[in-house]
C-alpha cells in the first residue's frame, strides 16, 4: 500500500513562503497523479493543486494561482508544494493524495473521496 508522509509545514508571517514535500515509500510515486489538499478548522477540505505523473501537468486553485507550485521529482519519489505570498487564509492542515492514472492523462484537482491514498498532513499557520 502506497504511504505518503507529508513535511515542512509550521508558522509564518503573512507574504512568507514555505515549501512542503510529499515523500513516498514503499511504492514508485511515478505511477501516480497527485493533489494537495488543506483543511481549515471548521471547514471541509479543498483541493489546492494536482500534477500529474510526468509532471507536464498542473493545475491551481483560482485562490492560490501565481503562488503557489507544485513539482514533482520521480527519482527521489516526492512531490514539491512551493508557497509564497502566503496569507492567514492559507491556514490549515495540508495534506497530498495519490490516485492512480494513465502516463498521459491531464491533471485536475478532483473531489478527495476520488483519491485512494492520503498522508496524515502537515500544518501550516500564517500569522503575525
Known amino acids: 500500500q502506497l504511504q505518503l508522509v507529508e513535511s515542512g509545514g509550521g508558522l509564518v508571517q503573512p507574504g512568507g513562503s514555505l515549501s512542503l514535500s510529499c515523500a513516498a515509500s514503499?511504492?514508485?510515486?511515478?505511477?501516480?497523479?497527485i493533489g494537495w489538499f488543506r483543511q481549515a478548522p471548521g471547514k471541509e477540505r479543498e483541493g489546492v493543486s494536482c500534477?500529474?505523473?510526468?509532471?507536464?501537468?498542473?493545475n491551481y486553485a483560482d485562490s492560490v494561482k501565481g503562488r503557489f507550485t507544485i513539482s514533482r521529482d520521480n527519482a527521489k519519489n516526492t512531490v514539491y508544494l512551493q508557497m509564497n505570498s502566503l496569507k492567514p487564509e492559507d491556514t490549515g492542515v495540508y495534506y497530498c493524495?495519490?490516485?492512480?492514472?494513465?502516463?498521459?492523462?491531464?491533471?485536475?484537482?478532483?473531489?478527495?473521496?476520488?483519491?485512494?491514498?492520503w498522508g496524515r498532513g502537515t500544518q501550516v499557520t500564517v500569522s503575525s
Open positions: 493524495a495519490a490516485v492512480p492514472k494513465s502516463l498521459f492523462s491531464l491533471c485536475v484537482i478532483r473531489r478527495p473521496g476520488e483519491y485512494d491514498y
Open positions: 514503499r511504492f514508485v510515486l511515478d505511477y501516480y497523479e
Open positions: 500534477i500529474n505523473r510526468r509532471g507536464d501537468s498542473t
